[in-house]
């Protein structure tokens, strides 16, 4: 039985709930290398008022024409358990991913063939207790954990976390008990998915330098703040950015990843518009960040995201792959391998 939570109020990067009607407005795309294998490294199932997405809504996507071969499904504040310990709770969402997805005809796609769960950090050396239970449940398909670590001391561009979950804080990644947990994903060979702002890059770079033998995964390009405070600035943003970027990719065990440019925190502001965006207009603006990341990060350590169902809110699936194919095309045949499937094979450890 899930949790049911009061969502965040609204502010400058609230993210709009997908209007089926208006994507359906958008003029039909074929779909480009429809042959080429997707890992779909970022995606969330979950129910929660007003929103939904599960393995049929998935699977709707899925069925546009792209060969998404796997999916990693990232922890998003659903399903957790409403009883036992607290700290077990988190466990129950990876337990309704396992359910659903092993009892439902998924077709050619292994839908959440890598599951990302919550964790609370904090907790030091107690979180192990919660580790081994995602294990346990994840029938080994659990590969990682993602902990929040977003923030900003604007309430305009603030990322609220609101129960079961911590709150959340400036300069938590440099909290000695956040650490000590964060050291515990090592010997289960456990990624870290890091959502944080484009500010906090360097807390990023901190953490990962500290704690080498545990791989972070930049989690949106760095969600790069173009609204509020930020917005007008896209020059010096950009400049400072790509400066972080280029700092945290000398280390070895950082990842990226690519994708959840549609959220309103990049300025872009699609929904506004009459019509839906084509994949031909978001590669030329989505052009900078996504050669920037590459160029940096190489395509061993680099691969692709949906950001589903969030990213619906502003494009329909086939419209996201094509885009970012698009951004591609110049790419050696090893690169878009390792870009659209191989790196994220590797670095969460998928057994396909």
């Known amino acids: 039985m899930s949790q049911q939570v009061k969502p965040p109020p609204p502010n400058d990067v609230t993210n709009v709930v997908p209007d089926q009607d208006w994507l359906d407005l958008a003029e039909p795309e074929e779909v480009i290398e429809p042959d080429l294998p997707i890992v779909d490294t970022h995606h969330h199932l979950g129910e929660r008022p007003g929103a939904r997405y599960l393995v049929p809504d998935l699977m709707r996507d899925l069925n546009e024409g792209h060969n998404v071969i796997a999916t990693v499904n990232v922890e998003g504040n659903h399903f957790f358990r409403t009883y036992g310990p607290p700290h077990l709770r988190a466990a129950g969402e990876t337990e309704m991913i396992v359910s ?34 995602h294990a346990e449940l994840g029938r080994g398909r659990f590969v990682g954990v993602r902990q929040l670590t977003i923030w900003d001391d604007s309430e305009r ?60 995964i930049v989690d949106h390009l760095g969600c790069v703040l173009r ?49 839906p965006p084509s994949s031909a207009e978001l590669a030329r603006l989505w052009r900078p960040f996504v050669e920037t990341a590459i160029e940096l990060f190489g395509s061993n350590r680099a691969m692709m995201e949906s950001n589903f169902p969030i990213d619906r809110g502003y494009f329909s699936y086939r419209t996201c792959w094509n885009a970012l194919k698009r951004l591609t095309a110049e790419a050696t045949d090893g690169e878009k391998a390792a870009l659209f499937s191989g790196t994220a094979i590797r670095t969460y450890g998928l057994a396909l």
């Open 157 to 216: 561009v603030r990322m609220f976390q609101f129960p079961p979950k911590r709150p959340l804080s400036a300069g938590m990644m440099a909290d000695a008990g956040f650490r000590e947990g964060y050291g515990r994903l090592a010997r289960r060979h456990l990624t870290f998915d890091a959502t944080a702002f484009h500010t906090q890059l360097g807390d990023c770079y901190e953490l990962a330098k500290a704690i080498p033998d545990v791989r972070l």
């Open 100 to 133: 659903m997805t092993d009892c439902r005809d998924v077709g050619t796609t292994r839908v959440g063939a890598g599951i990302v769960g919550y964790a609370d950090l904090f907790l030091g050396a107690k979180v192990e207790e919660l580790l081994d239970l």
């Open 227 to 275: 609204v509020g405070r930020y917005a007008g600035k896209d020059d010096d943003i950009f400049r400072q950015w790509k400066t972080s970027l280029a700092r945290i990719a000398t280390l070895d065990n950082v990842a990226i990843k690519i994708g959840g440019l549609g959220m309103r925190m990049y300025g872009f502001d699609f929904r506004s518009r009459k019509l």
